[in-house]
């Protein structure tokens, strides 16, 4: 179990962190404005993410903008690296510790959680899948902080200290993900930190310059991968809610977004991955 001086003496250890100087933390404070979102995921405790990938991601967008996406997994597992494959298409950066030693993954994960608050002060929401009370000094360290922490974990796999460490509003199990994205869809048919707004025409047009960008990179022209690239492209872009139609409404998710945009013909769309259309494949 890891505890708070157990938890620093062993991040201090593995070379992971460096503090930022409080300059370049200041810096950082002024000079980013919007709340961010960090995902951090140890697949062998909650290999029921299989298949909810998406919906993960867009559970993140609705609580601000996704900084980091890091799923961890041991490769010496056939079960593991399936699921691995396939986050890995929707853009999740999917990092294999090997090491068969206890916790090995654990503290990899929380180094790399620590080290990515140390930098990004805007990093404001961590959410964290594991229902293992080995995270309970990470989650400490979190907190104090300033930092949002939510808990997905596997039925069955859940510590009930944890949940309380985190509180009830916290803490939701995997296989909830679908209904919860459902619900904030509901909820919060808008972002009121979105200000910028273009139409679906603009938008089409930046999905079809971001895919040409990154087939011309030669990366995987996945849903996550092109929304960072049209966030890059156009300023006015902020996402999937910051896209008007012409009838004034709104999408609930960017996969609703693409949805539409395939119908239309502007795009093909094949296993998570877009294409161009033969003809803008010609042009």
């Given at each position: 179990?890891?505890?708070?001086?157990?938890?620093?003496?062993?991040?201090?250890?593995?070379?992971?962190?460096?503090?930022?100087?409080?300059?370049?933390?200041?810096?950082?404070?002024?000079?980013?404005?919007?709340?961010?979102?960090?995902?951090?995921?140890?697949?062998?405790?909650?290999?029921?993410?299989?298949?909810?990938?998406?919906?993960?991601?867009?559970?993140?967008?609705?609580?601000?903008?996704?900084?980091?996406?890091?799923?961890?997994?041991?490769?010496?597992?056939?079960?593991?690296?399936?699921?691995?494959?396939?986050?890995?298409?929707?853009?999740?950066?999917?990092?294999?510790?090997?090491?068969?030693?206890?916790?090995?993954?654990?503290?990899?994960?929380?180094?790399?959680?620590?080290?990515?608050?140390?930098?990004?002060?805007?990093?404001?929401?961590?959410?964290?899948?594991?229902?293992?009370?080995?995270?309970?000094?990470?989650?400490?360290?979190?907190?104090?902080?300033?930092?949002?922490?939510?808990?997905?974990?596997?039925?069955?796999?859940?510590?009930?200290?944890?949940?309380?460490?985190?509180?009830?509003?916290?803490?939701?199990?995997?296989?909830?993900?679908?209904?919860?994205?459902?619900?904030?869809?509901?909820?919060?048919?808008?972002?009121?930190?979105?200000?910028s707004q273009i139409n679906y025409k603009e938008a089409i047009e930046y999905l079809i310059e971001a895919i040409k960008i990154a087939s011309m990179q030669g990366k995987p022209t996945v849903f996550g991968r092109i929304d960072r690239l049209m966030r890059q492209r156009c300023a006015n872009y902020q996402g999937y809610l910051s896209i008007c139609t012409d009838d004034g409404k709104k999408f609930k998710s960017f996969s609703q977004f693409i949805d539409v945009a395939v119908k239309d013909g502007k795009v093909q769309k094949q296993n998570q991955k877009l294409f161009?259309?033969?003809?803008?494949?010609?042009?």
């Open positions: 179990m890891c505890n708070l001086l157990n938890l620093s003496s062993s991040l201090n250890n593995t070379g992971y962190i460096t503090m930022p100087h409080s300059d370049q933390s200041s810096k950082k404070q002024t000079s980013q404005q919007k709340n961010y979102v960090g995902i951090f995921a140890d697949i062998q405790n909650v290999s029921l993410i299989k298949g909810k990938g998406h919906f993960l991601l867009e559970f993140a967008q609705s609580k601000g903008r996704i900084d980091c996406k890091n799923v961890y997994y041991n490769s010496h597992y056939i079960n593991q690296v399936c699921t691995k494959n396939e986050l890995e298409i929707l853009g999740i950066k999917c990092v294999d510790v090997p090491d068969h030693s206890n916790n090995s993954a654990d503290y990899r994960l929380m180094a790399d959680c620590v080290k990515a608050v140390a930098f990004n002060p805007s990093l404001t929401t961590i959410i964290l899948l594991s229902g293992d009370w080995d995270y309970a000094g990470l989650i400490c360290i979190l907190k104090s902080l300033g930092k949002k922490v939510k808990i997905f974990a596997q039925r069955g796999s859940e510590s009930p200290k944890l949940i309380k460490l985190v509180g009830n509003d916290n803490f939701h199990f995997v296989d909830e993900l679908p209904q919860l994205v459902a619900n904030t869809n509901k909820t919060q048919p808008q972002n009121t930190d979105i200000v161009l259309t033969d003809l803008d494949t010609a042009a």
